[in-house]
Every structure is written in structure tokens, then in C-alpha cells.
């Protein structure tokens, strides 16, 4: 199974096309996360959506919008309040998790890879098959 996080961006405009993502694919959805964080001493959450794996080729797509969002929980703010309003309107509740920022990997990739191990670790995706 290939597991992969798609950046769509740091949670500007590019909020909508998540948003958009999960209305669209609400079949698929099986988890809306939030990953907060500390960057450049400003508390930042990243958003995600976790789909289900496809039937054929078994890829599960982990789409994110990184550390653009000010920690709702610190700061509440009208983005975050959209992804709530999107997760109330599926019937979703939404993972919270503080992880270590990007900023800590030479690669966004390694970021991705690590983060991919800690759902993996907590049975939010399947594992490494």
C-alpha cells in the first residue's frame, strides 16, 4: 500500500479546495485531522484529509494543507471554523495531534514520512504492508 501526503498549500486559499476535497469525496473520507505545532515561536496547526485507500493500485492519499492555520485552540479563527463546519456537515470529528514542526526535517518528505509513521502508530492508517 502506498500511503502519501499532497500538499495543496499552507492553508490560504488552498483551505476551499480541502474543503471542496472532503464534500466531494465524503464516500472516501475516513479521517479529518488536525496537526498542531509550534513554528518560528507561532503556533500553527496544519489540516488534513485521510481517504480510504482505493480498491485498485491500493494508494491512500493524505491530503494537507501545512502550517498556515493559527492553532485554533491558542487563537480561533474563521479558517478553522470552516473545517469545523465541514466536519459537523459529514458527521466527522476531527483528530487533533501535536507533532514537531517541518521545519525540524531537511525535507518536507522525511516530515511527511514521519507523520505517516505516527497514524500508522495510532491505527489511523493501515499498516506498512
Known sequence: MIQRF??????YS??????????A?????????????????????????VMKPTE?????????????IPNP?????????????TAGKLDKA????DVKPSTLFPENALYYQH???ILRLNHYILPLQ
Not at 6 to 11: A, C, K, N, P, R
Not at 14 to 23: C, R
Open 6 to 11: 499532497i500538499e495543496l498549500g499552507e492553508g
Open 14 to 23: 488552498d483551505i476551499y479546495e480541502l474543503m471542496e476535497l472532503a464534500t
Open 25 to 49: 469525496n465524503k464516500e472516501r473520507l475516513q479521517h479529518m485531522m488536525a496537526f498542531h505545532t509550534i513554528v518560528k515561536d507561532r503556533a500553527v496547526t496544519s489540516l488534513a484529509l
Open 56 to 68: 485498485q493500485g491500493k494508494f491512500q492519499a493524505i491530503y494537507v494543507c501545512r502550517e498556515g
Open 73 to 85: 485552540n491558542i487563537t480561533p479563527n474563521q479558517r478553522y471554523s470552516l473545517f469545523e463546519e
Open 94 to 97: 476531527i483528530i487533533q495531534m
Open 115 to 117: 507523520l505517516i509513521a
